[in-house]
């Protein structure tokens, strides 16, 4: 590493964490993807929508207040003021890194955008599109920006030891056990329980969890924060973690129904990749694939099970994110590996308390999340309706909300105005 | 012996099937189509480009029964595809003339009648 004389910035890590922000800014378009073909053909925009909304939303809420109450010091629960509005956030590094603080400040935003629109998922088909804009303003930073400041912006789980590579208390459990929260302010669909909700385009839930793993890359992989040791574990981890989920999973599609399902691979891969989220720059190579291995059983569970509940979580937000991201951050505190990570042993490697500090961060980070959605969630309602009416549902929430339909035909559509300088509008067809 | 041809909206079909099913009528088609029916026009918006959507997406029923079974299809097709606002369909009674079922050769009344399995 070359040191510039007058800061302490790398040229290599720089390099790396700008592609690295850009890979994880694929996740959210991603996730629209994969959450678009897991629901009805009417819903599939306003689907869509509630992702790539995140990429506004967040952003702007990540640069008002958000990376500072995360990043700037504070407390032990909430940072403080010192970068609100990107005061500060210039070419100089970010404390702890080799990194100009801007382009750190861009990959933890790129975080904070994927997260909120991972919530989402409890809330599609049924919440109106402008209070979910409101309710995911405020959950960026009331939510995202507190429990990232406990992990890694020096909050007490932080400070006390805790380990949490790249996010498994903020994004992974944090938006898991706010969804299940949401699912429950919300309420159920319409049609939930009385008719079958099926995913309308596979190919679409194929696609988005490939992108999602290919994202993942830069997710894992740019939270060492340069190219270091623990970039380079946590990015190969990265590749063997979920690919041992997904056989596992193959093999309990076989035991369950006795066919492998498309859908149940890609949910598989993306929970591989939040099983190794928390654990990827801590954990050897092998102990990451029987992490993805046993780490496919709890969520599986949760998938089969929650269904048969009246809570409708509607794309399992809670099993794929919430239940395998405390798999994974109690699976640090028990085969993390000093020769591996040069920071602190597990129990198997004889240090008892990392396993109660990854178990207080398991019960603290849900806690917080179910909690503080519940009161976001309910102080919307209070001002912006949440839920679409039937009728609008049975409509779709496509026409409804945005007007415009993904699988629109054309028949029967007559011009009434257009850019174009067209003095009369000509009718195409006329009933 | 009656052909009962229902158009309502594709929102209400899983209401009109449910309906039919506890009127017991177990035989019918059902297709997707488009028509207009003196409803409000749907306004859609493409970048700069406002259309109004003249023709509808529909979903129509066809229920060949005999003549006693004609009023309870009625019934139960108005009961599953009412919602009180406009553009809810329409329904169409047409006299059959003849109807087989294939797999036996039964014509009319006993073609039309549902197996008693």
Not at chain 2, 106 to 113: I, K, M, S
Request: hydrophobic share 50%.
């Amino acid at each position: 590493m070359i040191a510039v004389a007058t800061s302490s910035i790398s040229g290599a890590d720089t390099a790396w964490m700008l592609a690295a922000t850009a890979l994880v800014m694929l996740m959210t378009p991603a996730l629209g993807l994969f959450y678009a073909g897991l629901v009805r053909g009417k819903n599939t925009l306003n689907t869509f929508m509630m992702s790539f909304a995140a990429l506004a939303v967040a952003t702007v809420t990540w640069a008002l207040v958000g990376y500072s109450l995360a990043f700037s010091s504070g407390n032990g629960f909430i940072g403080g003021f010192g970068n609100a509005l990107l005061k500060g956030v210039d070419f100089a590094a970010r404390p702890g890194t080799h990194v100009p603080q801007l382009v750190f400040f861009a990959f933890q935003a790129t975080f904070c955008i994927v997260t909120t629109a991972l919530v989402s998922g409890a809330v599609v088909e049924r919440m109106r599109f402008s209070s979910f804009l409101v309710f995911s303003a405020l959950w960026s930073v009331f939510v995202y920006a507190v429990l990232a400041h406990w992990a890694f912006g020096g909050g007490w789980l932080q400070a006390h030891g805790t380990l949490d590579f790249a996010g498994g208390v903020p994004v992974e459990m944090g938006s898991g056990f706010s969804a299940l929260a949401a699912a429950l302010v919300v309420g159920a669909r319409k049609d939930y329980g009385r008719q079958a909700l099926l995913p309308h385009n596979t190919i679409y839930v194929l696609l988005g969890a490939g992108l999602l793993w290919f994202g993942w890359f830069g997710f894992n992989g740019g939270s060492g924060f340069g190219v270091n040791h623990a970039g380079e574990l946590a990015f190969t981890n990265t590749l063997l973690c979920p690919a041992c989920t997904l056989l596992v999973w193959f093999g309990l599609d076989l035991i369950r129904g006795r066919q492998i399902t498309a859908i149940g691979a890609a949910t598989a891969a993306i929970v591989g990749c939040v099983l190794i989220t928390p654990a990827a720059g801590y954990v050897s190579p092998g102990w990451a694939m029987v992490l993805g291995a046993l780490g496919a059983l709890p969520s599986y569970a949760v998938i089969v099970l929650r269904p048969r509940t009246r809570v409708d979580e509607t794309l399992d937000v809670l099993a794929a994110h919430g239940t395998a991201g405390l798999t994974g951050i109690l699976f640090v505190g028990f085969v993390a590996e000093r020769s591996w990570n040069g920071v602190s042993d597990g129990l198997l490697y004889g240090d008892a308390h990392q396993l109660g500090w990854q178990a207080l961060a398991g019960l603290a980070g849900p806690a917080y999340a179910f909690l503080a959605t519940l009161v976001l969630l309910r102080l919307t309602g209070l001002a912006f309706p949440l839920r679409a009416s039937d009728h609008e549902q049975s409509l779709g929430m496509d026409v409804t909300q945005h007007g415009e339909e993904a699988y629109a035909s054309g028949e029967g559509a007559i011009l009434v105005s257009t850019e174009a300088a067209v003095e009369v509008p000509v009718a195409v067809a006329q009933p | 012996m009656k052909l009962v041809t229902a158009i309502v909206r594709p929102e209400k079909v899983n209401d009109v099937l449910e309906a039919l099913y506890r009127a017991e009528v177990r035989g019918f088609s059902l297709s997707r189509v488009q028509g207009h029916g003196g409803e409000l026009d749907r306004v859609e918006t493409y970048r700069g480009t406002t259309v109004k959507m003249g023709l509808s997406e529909k979903v129509r029923f066809e229920v060949a029964v005999s003549d006693d079974f004609v009023d309870r299809t009625i019934d139960a097709l108005c009961a599953g595809g009412r919602t009180g606002e406009v553009g809810d369909g329409k329904i169409f009674v047409t006299p059959l003339e003849r109807a087989v079922r294939i797999r036996t050769g039964e014509t009319d009344e006993g073609a039309v009648t549902p197996l008693q399995a």
